[in-house]
């Protein structure tokens, strides 16, 4: 029997499970899909909010304020890229000054450090490119970017090192309440687990249901987005955001941590919780909207168009507590946005919750709070470069030459705890893909690595998802079945 089962690999399960992997306890996070990071944490604006938006007084804004200066430290340890970049909130005209001015107070009474309202000479020296219309904004020089789905699969990685289980392609179906905690029917095999932390995502409110919990539902609300080239990564430095709406924050502008630029979200009601396709109506607006912000946006170097599925909470707030309806079963849900600012702090919160139903937590003694360092081959010098390959050569085989990724990463990146398993699983982990060809140079290369490191057949690699073929066999055996 395991002490804690975690179910759900995105940011809040893996920041859970490492910081539980402190202590002296048998952890095993149970993931549906095949691989960390499946959900909202792969698709979404990447900010890490100052956090002036949430309303005071609320776990949203508890959280965001808490996690934010937490981002340092955690991504230093993981080796984690992190850019704080500071944030601007445009008025374009009175309606908007309203909204700076509360937006200003808000931020003020929920503790949020260096706020100021400046005026368009301020603007410009941070942002040449500025709209022409813009006459104010709030700026917050606390707000970040972060790769969300590189910290995920770097937390999850540190939990396997100190001693988490990973279960990918385990979907949770039923729990059945036991005498000292719960046995988990899953499409794999049955757990059990003295507690169960509830963190997944879009479909929290139906694992809640599972053990007799009916306290919240959630609503799915979708954001599209563009993402241009990282050669248009230079026309701006800040986050650059306008007047939120009655939903969600509005359309952002943003530099990424990898240098590009991505344009969304928008929001509207999902027709169901795994509806991730673009549509071309809502992409254009997004479009119109951005372009009020920032003079210029090459739209013509978008590089790919993704959607990102919010967990819309019907209760307003964030959900953190012991389930009152099943003892040792704990809910994090409704976990929208600032979910991935906030989702340092909340691990640490629910570390003290663990700690105040179960008899207390021991520590390990050999925590290593650390991962090993990832090689990023394009950033070093020609020296360290030429002293790399000299040791292992296949850092000198050039995969992914958009992103100037090496074989060397990409073995690298499937053998470690939490590998990549498909192609995407490689993007997220080194790059390779990213770039302007979107894979279509280097994805066979991409194949053939990691079907030779898993000890696979070329066909059984997915792109994404499970069932995500690329490859269906060898063109002359297909053309002769067909004779
Ligand atoms: C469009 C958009 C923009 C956003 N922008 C920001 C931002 O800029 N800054 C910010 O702070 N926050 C932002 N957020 C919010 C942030 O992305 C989320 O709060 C965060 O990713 C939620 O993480 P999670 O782990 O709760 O959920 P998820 O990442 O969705 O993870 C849940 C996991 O549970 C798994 N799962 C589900 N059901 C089962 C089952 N039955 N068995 C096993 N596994 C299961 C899923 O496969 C998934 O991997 C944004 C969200 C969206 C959608």
Redesign the pocket.
């Known amino acids: 029997m395991y002490d804690i089962a975690i179910?759900?690999?995105?940011?809040?399960?893996t920041f859970i499970a490492r910081e539980l992997s402190r202590y002296n306890l048998d952890i095993v996070i149970?993931?549906?899909?095949n691989d960390i990071?499946?959900?909202?944490?792969?698709?979404?604006?990447?900010?890490?909010?100052a956090g002036y938006d949430a309303k005071p007084d609320t776990k949203m804004a508890y959280f965001?304020v808490k996690g934010n200066p937490m981002f340092d430290k955690v991504c230093e340890e993981l080796d984690v890229t992190f850019k704080r970049k500071g944030s601007l909130v445009l008025g374009f005209n009175e309606e908007d000054m309203e909204t700076i001015e509360e937006l200003y107070e808000r931020g003020k009474k929920n503790k949020v450090p260096n706020l100021e309202i400046i005026d368009r000479e301020r603007i410009e020296e941070l942002e040449p490119n500025i709209g022409k219309d813009v006459v104010r904004a709030l700026y917050a020089p606390t707000a970040g970017i972060i790769s969300?789905w590189e910290l995920a699969i770097g937390l999850a990685e540190n939990a396997m090192d100190n001693g988490a289980e990973l279960m990918l392609n385990?979907?949770?179906?039923d729990i059945e309440s036991m005498d000292n905690g719960y046995k988990i029917k899953?499409n794999e095999k049955e757990i059990e687990a003295k507690y169960i932390i509830n963190?997944?995502?879009?479909?929290?409110d139906?694992?809640s249901r599972m053990v007799g919990d009916n306290s919240f539902k959630i609503t799915p609300r979708?954001?599209q987005?563009y993402l241009l080239d990282k050669n248009a990564g230079r026309i701006m430095n800040t986050v650059v955001f306008q007047c939120p709406r009655k939903f969600g924050k509005g359309v952002v502008i943003s530099p990424t941590a990898h240098g590009n630029i991505i344009v969304?979200?928008d929001n509207e009601i999902s027709p169901n919780k795994d509806a991730t396709e673009t549509t071309g109506y809502r992409l254009e607006m997004i479009k119109q909207t951005a372009q009020k912000s920032i003079d210029g946006i090459p739209f013509n170097k978008n590089i790919t168009n993704f959607t990102?599925?919010?967990?819309e909470p019907d209760t307003g707030d964030f959900i953190i507590e012991e389930s009152k309806v099943a003892k040792g079963f704990i809910n994090?849900g409704g976990?929208?946005?600032?979910?991935?600012?906030?989702?340092p702090a909340i691990a640490e919160y629910v570390v003290e919750i663990v700690k105040n139903i179960s008899a207390g937590l021991e520590e390990k003694k050999d925590f290593n709070p650390r991962r090993r360092k990832v090689i990023r081959f394009a950033e070093l010098s020609n020296e360290e470069k030429a002293e790399l390959i000299k040791k292992d050569p296949s850092y000198g085989k050039i995969i992914c030459r958009c992103e100037t990724v090496t074989e060397g990463e990409i073995i690298d990146c499937i053998n470690r705890n939490a590998g990549a398993t498909t192609v995407d699983g490689v993007k997220r982990r080194t790059k390779a893909g990213f770039g302007r060809c979107q894979g279509g140079f280097c994805m066979p290369r991409v194949m053939e690595i990691l079907a030779r490191e898993l000890n696979k057949d070329m066909t059984d690699i997915v792109k994404d998802k499970t069932g995500s073929y690329i490859l269906t066999g060898e063109t002359k055996e297909i053309e002769n079945e067909e004779k």
């Open positions: 179910i759900g690999a995105g940011i809040i399960g149970l993931e549906k899909d990071s499946s959900g909202a944490t792969k698709a979404n604006t990447g900010i890490v909010h965001n969300p385990t979907e949770v179906k899953t963190c997944a995502g879009v479909y929290a139906e694992i979708s954001g987005y969304g979200p990102g599925i919010r967990a994090v976990i929208k946005s600032p979910g991935l600012t906030s989702s």
